[in-house]
Every structure is written in C-alpha cells, then in structure tokens.
C-alpha cells in the first residue's frame, strides 16, 4: 500500500514537472517568435516619441523592417549563445578541476584483484523454448 502510495505521487510530482516544463517550453518559443514584431513595434514607438517633429515615411519604416529582418536570426540566437557560452565554461572548469587534482598514490590501489573470473569461464543456461510463440 505504501509502495503504491508513494509511486502515486511520484507520478504526479512528475507529470506536474513535465507540465511546468512544457509550459516554460511554450512560452519560450512564443517569445521568439513575437520577438521581431514586438521589436518593430518599440523601435517605431520610441522614433515617434524620440522624433515628434519627424514624419515616419514609408522609406524610413520599409528600410528599418528590412534591417531588422536581417538581424532577426542573431536576435534569436543570441540567448542560445549566451546559454551555451555559460555550459562551456562550466565543462572547462570541470575539466580543469579535475586535471588540476593531485595523483592517487600508487600503494593505495591494489592492481592485482585475486578473485578474478575469467569470461570464458561463466556458465549459464537459457530456458527452454516453448512451442508456443507470441507477437
């Protein structure tokens, strides 16, 4: 009983996790897409508030679209860089760590085990087959 008890809410700390992760996964991705709009929509914004005296023309607005259609790619690749940058450093201090580590003394490990099997030695049988066969 309490077996099953603690596997109940096992599973659901689980399944509420997996939730939690997808909807984080979702709202990251949503972000990334809405990222180009809502940047044209600020820099648009702020050049009428920045400019009140300044007519926003359709020269002005079809070059900055194409500009930022350009850089739209780095825009979104940018917090993966920055996210892949920080697992690179970790891994190097890791491995920096451990190759910074003092050797084991040699008379602490006992190279020669005496209770040792060979493979070849290992014997073990398999069950019968049976004449019925399940796919």
Same mark, same amino acid.
């Given at each position: 009983m309490v077996v099953k008890l603690v596997g109940l809410v096992t599973t659901r700390i *689980?399944?509420?996790s997996i939730r939690y992760l997808g909807w984080l996964w979702g709202l990251t991705?949503?972000?990334f897409e809405v990222q180009p709009l809502l940047i044209c929509l600020?820099?648009? +914004? *702020?050049y009428t508030v920045a400019?009140? +005296?300044?007519a926003l023309t359709a020269d002005k607005i079809f070059v900055s679209i194409a500009l930022m259609?350009?850089?739209?790619?780095p825009?979104?690749?940018l917090p993966w860089a920055v996210v892949n940058a920080v697992k690179m450093a970790v891994g190097v201090n890791r491995i920096q760590r451990f190759l910074n580590c003092e050797e084991v003394d040699p008379g602490t490990v006992d190279a020669e085990v005496e209770d040792r099997r060979n493979i070849l030695e290992l014997r073990g049988r398999?069950?019968?087959?049976t004449s019925e066969v399940f796919f």
């Open positions: *689980l399944i509420s991705n949503f972000t600020m820099v648009f +914004g *702020l400019n009140p +005296g300044e259609h350009i850089i739209q790619i825009m979104v690749a398999w069950p019968k087959p």
